[in-house]
């Protein structure tokens, strides 16, 4: 999960890098390092362990006059542990060619082994410098980047992207993709190579998508793309929907703050253009025709994390209004456990980023037994929409925090969309239901800021609780994957055990955690719509707090009956039931947030974690 980034030009090439580097930073924040090459066609390679700025520091001590032409890489700690050392870029044939990596060398060893043979002493404990010292040897067998680098890649198994470029032929830097990601920026008189656009998209807003086991060799005026036998490969652009404003903080003092703070628009614009005349219609699927939706009888979203947490929320709305059952199913699970699908199964993936391993080799599982596949993804272009039948995206502009938030509140939503539109296929949605879908969808995006106003309530709730070092997080139906996800969300950034249960589940077991002060947080039905549902939560309450827990209540506008066994009440506006994880999590998202402020800790960047997870 390392953020790679590519250039050929005449512009500032170190600018180009580190620019890059800082947007590709959420991929992995160990260790950062670039290779340029300078007037005298030298290469030099700066890399430090640590966050970028640390990389940045060593470049104005150590200047370099760099012409035209580098590559630069963060890195997420695989093979090696994160040091100067083990950072990226490796070199290889004496110094003369240097090369980045994202992903996992599985046959490393046997590679090593060949290397060790040769009488090449490696410096580092990565799996890319093995690489490097292969691609070292077979130049000087060939004397040709072109043809080194193919019969390199032909010999690696696991996942990479490779960028590698070599002082004898200082204008090209040659890219590589086998199951991790790679796109390429178009410029004009320059180009650009990327993990993802957010590295190049301050310079080019046009890009192409490099396919899996393709070769793009990237020159100032030129961009060409074979597969790894040397075909030519035909390649189309596009342009990326965002700019970089939409990639930077605005004001914000993380981006999970801003993040947080965006998701009414995220909501909006995941429904805009997906009401037609009165009923939900999500182009994606209609062009997939509506007999395979009729005849699907069962669905099974596949997803990690977050992610899977709107997959747990999304099924709950999809049984309700298409009446098919559905099962989430954690992506690393599902394909090693042999499930059973046909060809009337649909496999429904959630991701933000679209390359997610886990989720895409789930995915790819799914494809090869003939079911039908659908991406819920917030990124374009990306591995996993460009792998499925269907691609919905989510339109929650452009990620960065690792904590996942607007994408959540996004995901939610087209699963939404999705239940209704398979609903009204299969005639399984009355014309009420969907009326009234449609203006819950109106007023959400209002309801949602109004969840985003309790952040300063939600501040100081958590500096007095700056010291707790155990949450806990209940809610039922809809409100047990949001309880998760609240879960996850403390763990995840404030290094704080938390847990999420259902509520019902309490009394077989959990309810032993409760001691005195043990704070929990309580996500309440609606005692308008789900007086059963409410009445069962209060009776929870009662049962802790009678055991002294501190109760945190977080309520609709109006419910006064659990007022009398709360501590604490974060009061939101009132939202069809099935609608109230959107909102409901937003406190939730604050209290992390700002508890692991009061701690000092680096929100936008855990500890251990990277945004985009693309090794299994
Ligand atoms: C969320 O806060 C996490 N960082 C993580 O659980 C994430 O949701 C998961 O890795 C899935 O990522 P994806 O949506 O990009 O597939």
Known sequence: ???????????????????????????????AGVAVLDDYGEMHVRKRSGKLARLVELLDDQPIAATGTGIGHTRWATH??????????????????????????????????????????LVSETDTEVVAALLGLEVSRTGDLETAFRAVVKRLHGTFTLLAMH???????????????LVVGLGDGENFLGSDVAAFVGYTRRAVAVEE??????TPDSVRIIDFDGAPVSFEEYEVAWNTDAADKGGWDSFMAKEISEQPDAVANTVRGRVVDGHIEIDELTALGDAPLQAIDRIIIVACGTASYAGQIGAYAIEQWARVPVSVELSHEFRYREPVLTDRTMVISVSQSGETMDTMMAVKYAKERGVTTVSVCNTQSA????????????????????????????????????????????????????????????????????AVATHEQIAQLAHWMADTRSVLFLGRHVGYPTALEGALKLKEIAYIHAEGFAAGELKHGPIALIDHGQPVFVLVPSPR??????????????EMRARGARVIAIVENGDTLVLPFADDVIRLPLVDSIFEPIVQVVPLQWFALELATAKGLDVDQPRNLAKSVTVE
């Open 1 to 31: 999960m390392c953020g790679i980034v590519g250039y050929v030009g005449p512009g500032d090439t170190l600018e180009v890098l580190t620019s890059g580097l800082k947007r590709l930073e959420y991929r992995g924040y160990d260790s």
């Open 383 to 450: 591995s996993i929409p460009r792998e499925s039948d269907a691609a919905v995206y989510t339109h929650a502009g452009p990620e960065v925090a690792v904590a996942s938030t607007k994408a959540f509140t996004a995901q939610i939503t087209a699963l939404y969309l999705i239940g209704l539109h398979l609903g009204r296929v299969r005639g399984t949605l009355t014309e009420a239901d969907e009326a009234a879908a449609i203006l819950a969808f109106e007023s959400l995006p209002g309801h949602v800021a109004e």
């Open 529 to 542: 719509q789900s007086p059963v549902m409410h009445s069962k939560v209060e009776s929870k309450i009662q």
């Open 213 to 218: 086991d393709n070769i793009a060799i990237i």
């Open 80 to 121: 090696g542990g994160p040091t100067d050392v083990n950072a990226h870029p490796h070199l290889g044939d004496d110094g003369k060619l240097a090369l980045i990596h994202n992903g996992i060398v599985e046959n490393f060893a046997e590679l090593k082994a060949e290397i060790d043979a040769a009488g090449i002493e």
């Open 167 to 181: 002082r004898d032929d200082p204008a090209r830097v040659y890219a590589a993709r086998h199951s991790s990601p």
